[in-house]
């Protein structure tokens, strides 16, 4: 398994400053042409990104299914409604995390505290030997 880093705001930097997706650190791959095409809007020349749907027809039948499927009302509804649930599963996801993590914090007070608890109950039975003993002499 590999895991890749991609620093999508400089590779957004190198295509606008370089006019294409061939020049210097990205070379002229399939990812990097899918990367130009998912960062389209920030890309100031479009006509990279219209050159990359002409020339491979993959990318241009996706940007087109992308297109054709975000004018229609309904599935663009029903896209929202699925971003909307992510959402929603996200902030209860990090609720809960926080939840927990409020939880162990507590218990590692309580515990800290009942040691305290514990020592406090300790001076007080070594003062109430100490006091017998000095009401003794």
């Known amino acids: 398994m590999e895991l890749h880093y991609i620093d999508m705001n400089a590779f957004v930097k190198i295509i606008n400053e370089t006019g294409c997706i061939s020049k210097a650190e990205t070379q002229e791959t399939m990812l990097a042409k899918w990367l130009a095409v998912i960062t389209e809007k920030d890309i100031e020349d479009k006509s990279i990104i219209k ?16 297109v054709r499927l975000s004018e229609d009302k309904v599935t663009r509804q029903a896209y929202q409604r699925r971003q909307d649930d992510i959402l929603l599963a996200v902030k209860k996801a990090n609720d809960y995390r926080l939840m927990e993590h409020r939880v162990e914090k507590a218990e590692v007070e309580i515990e800290r505290l009942h040691g305290v608890d514990s020592e406090n109950e300790k001076l007080r039975q070594e003062l109430a030997e100490l006091r017998s003993q000095l009401n003794k002499k």
């Open 51 to 66: 050159n990359i749907c002409e020339e491979q027809e993959e990318i241009g039948m996706a940007v087109s299914t992308l």
